[in-house]
Structures are given as structure tokens and as C-alpha cells.
């Protein structure tokens, strides 16, 4: 297996795929890899990427965006235009 210029970036031959191929796969998944080429002849044939994260929970999706500042449970010092009679 040959390392190329990016980092994490590899490719192998088709046979020793063949061979190490969930050991390779897992590696790809775990992010070990960002990816790996798998060459027929020493030439590029496949590439190997992980899959992409399934989509997010909708509860939960907007946490960390926004922060809290003061008490949020005080009352406020301002009268309001729909509270007038």
C-alpha cells in the first residue's frame, strides 16, 4: 500500500484489497482514513469514502447556537404597548 501527498489518503491493489477488505473498510469508517483508492493494474479503478451522516434529529438541532445572558425568569422594566387599557 502506497501513501500519497494528502494526509490519510492511501491506495492499494485490487488483490490486497481483496484480502484486508473489512479491515480497510472499518478503517474508512472510523475516520482512521479519509479515504482509500483501490487501483486494477496500478491504475485508479475504485474509491472507498466514508458514508455520510444520517440526517439530525429535529429536537436537539439548533443546541449551541444560541446563549443565555442574565436571568431569564426576571420581570422586565418595560411597559408594553398591549398591556395599556
Request: hydrophobic share 35%; with cysteine; proline share 6%.
Amino acid at each position: 500500500m502506497k501513501k500519497t501527498a494528502t494526509k490519510n489518503v492511501s491506495s492499494i491493489g485490487a488483490t490486497e484489497f481483496k484480502a484486508r477488505c473489512l479491515q480497510l473498510m472499518q478503517e474508512v469508517h472510523d475516520r482512521k482514513r479519509n479515504s482509500l483508492t483501490i487501483t486494477k493494474r496500478g491504475k485508479p479503478y475504485v474509491k472507498v469514502v466514508p458514508a455520510p451522516a444520517g440526517p439530525r434529529a429535529l429536537y436537539g438541532c439548533l443546541e449551541g447556537l444560541a446563549e443565555a445572558k442574565g436571568d431569564l425568569t426576571q420581570p422586565v422594566d418595560v411597559k408594553w404597548e398591549a398591556a395599556r387599557d
